[in-house]
């Protein structure tokens, strides 16, 4: 049974930083993409960041490019988000997945396992 298991979410001052961590279980693929979703209230879900284990590229959204860094440690089998320069529309619930792609991908219908999600709420 594949289980993702989300943590490090919190409250942040708007120019603070976070760091999110996603442990997967159960997942018995080598190479894989693994991204970052974010969902703000009343708005849809979207792809923040994606790299692929594999060889370690990434993906991210323009929204957060030069802010936030995406990294996997394969040894814990665990995703990263380094969230830096935070601001105010950053506040959402952040999901890990994961896809069976040989590349990153931030495309969601990609992802067929998710975590439960961690809550990021940044305040000015």
């Known amino acids: 049974q594949v289980q993702l298991v989300e943590s490090g979410g919190g409250s942040v001052q708007a120019g603070g930083s976070l760091r999110l961590s996603c442990q997967v279980f159960?997942?018995?693929?080598?190479?894989?993409?693994m991204g970052w979703f974010r969902q703000a209230p009343g708005k849809e879900r979207e792809g923040v960041a994606a790299i692929y284990t594999g060889s370690g590229s990434t993906y991210y959204a323009d929204s957060v490019k030069g802010r936030f860094t995406i990294s996997h440690n394969n040894a814990k089998s665990t995703l990263y988000l380094q969230m830096n320069s935070l601001k105010r529309e950053d506040t959402a619930m952040y999901y890990c997945?994961?896809?069976?792609?040989?590349?990153?991908?931030?495309?969601?219908?990609?992802?067929?396992?998710w975590g439960q999600g961690t809550q990021v709420t940044v305040s000015s």
């Open positions: 997945a994961t896809a069976q792609r040989s590349w990153a991908t931030l495309v969601e219908h990609d992802y067929k396992y």
């Open positions: 159960g997942y018995t693929y080598f190479s894989y993409s």
